[in-house]
């Protein structure tokens, strides 16, 4: 290989990855699913774009997803956006019905599935 098609090699190489690393800089409203019960995570975090999908959805109040309840029943007009899922919903099955990880299968898969809209496997919202 000669000394020119190395310098092309390289110089690609380099706008492939200042393109990657912009690429990534400039989705702003990347945001990931976190919770920080959640110390060893089994997959990959979740990467959530907020807004982008609401508008896709349809969603205009908050409450639909960051739901409040009290007595076990829904509390309407009344929205947790602020709260952590885990300070209702605990980590260990054995402590509560709808354990943490099975709350946020529920709410996510659970609608995609009912809207017949959005991932519902595992690699899809957990991407390796």
Excluded: W
């Excluded at 990855?17 to 699913?33: L, P």
């Amino acid at each position: 290989m000669g000394k020119r098609t190395l310098i092309i090699y390289v110089v690609i190489t380099l706008f492939v990855c200042i393109f990657a690393v912009m690429s990534g800089y400039s989705q702003e409203d990347v945001t990931t699913v976190e919770d920080s019960a959640f110390e060893e995570k089994m997959r990959p975090t979740v990467q959530f774009l907020h807004d982008e999908h609401n508008e896709a959805a349809g969603l205009e109040e908050c409450d639909v997803c960051h739901h409040v309840y009290k007595d076990g029943e829904k509390i309407e007009d009344e929205s947790s956006e602020e709260t952590e899922c885990s300070e209702c919903h605990t980590l260990n099955k054995g402590d509560n019905p709808l354990s943490l990880v099975k709350v946020y299968h529920l709410q996510c898969k659970g609608c995609h599935q009912k809207e017949k809209a959005g991932p519902i496997m595992c690699s899809e919202c957990h991407p390796r």
